[in-house]
């Protein structure tokens, strides 16, 4: 979904680096999320964010920070990478103002391999 | 916690063969219901999506599922798949309570290869 802009779209680092990984959107929705997916475990939320105020873990934050900067900004960080944070990630996008349980739109994914 | 089973992991069929994707969830209360698609190389895409009002709902591409309250299931079918279809198939709920309203629990993904 072009209106969700992930970067990079690919990463290749080493254990113990400070990665961030962005996340813009031009949908004008409040709500923005960060996964992993990881194979055969399907995707995992790290944490989401309602506005640009509230931030919140999700299934598996640790190991992971967050920043709203803006509403149409999201991005997340690994302060000390790891390998077992390989993995693809996704960010997405949902609109509360139309109800709730709108669907997500997702970005293109982050590929990022820790070495 | 809530939770949502897909199960089978691999799903293998020729063209022009039926597909139905099982899914069920764990929630008793209120939900709304996604089936996302993930074609190799790709994000995910929401392929249909259920609220409330008729069980059967149809998405995009000829699928479509059946929402079955009593069984906590929303399988999805395609009368006849083609090539095309070759991707990961996600459910996804996401129940109306507490604080994470929004939020969404996927499945853990079936693949589907179609044979030409």
């Known amino acids: 979904d072009a209106d969700v802009t992930q970067t990079p779209r690919n990463r290749i680092t080493k254990t113990g680096k400070r990665i961030m990984l962005e996340c813009s959107q031009t949908k004008g929705h409040d709500r923005m999320y960060w996964y992993r997916q990881d194979p055969g475990l399907g995707l995992r939320l790290i944490y989401y964010?309602?506005?640009?105020?509230?931030?919140n873990k999700g299934e598996i934050s640790d190991g992971y920070s967050v920043s709203r900067q803006a509403q149409a900004k999201f991005s997340l960080s690994l302060e000390s990478a790891i390998p077992n944070q390989t993995a693809l990630y996704f960010c997405?996008?949902?609109?509360?103002?139309?109800?709730?349980?709108?669907?997500?739109?997702f970005g293109d994914g982050t590929r990022l391999s820790i070495l | 916690a809530q939770s949502v089973s897909q199960h089978n992991h691999h799903v293998i069929l020729s063209e022009a063969a039926s597909l139905e994707l099982g899914c069920n969830y764990s929630y008793g209360g209120t939900v709304n219901l996604f089936w996302y698609v993930q074609y190799p190389g790709q994000h995910l895409q929401l392929l249909l999506k259920?609220?409330?009002?008729?069980?059967l709902v149809k998405g995009i591409k000829g699928f479509e599922a059946e929402f079955i309250k009593s069984k906590f299931s929303f399988n999805l079918r395609k009368p006849s798949v083609q090539w095309s279809d070759t991707a990961e198939y996600f459910c996804a709920v996401n129940a109306n309570y507490g604080g994470s309203q929004g939020n969404l629990i996927f499945g853990k993904g079936t693949k589907l290869s179609v044979k030409p």
């Open positions: 997405a996008t949902s609109d509360s103002g139309r109800g709730l349980g709108q669907p997500q739109h």
């Open positions: 259920y609220f409330s009002g008729d069980p």
């Open positions: 964010s309602f506005d640009v105020k509230d931030i």
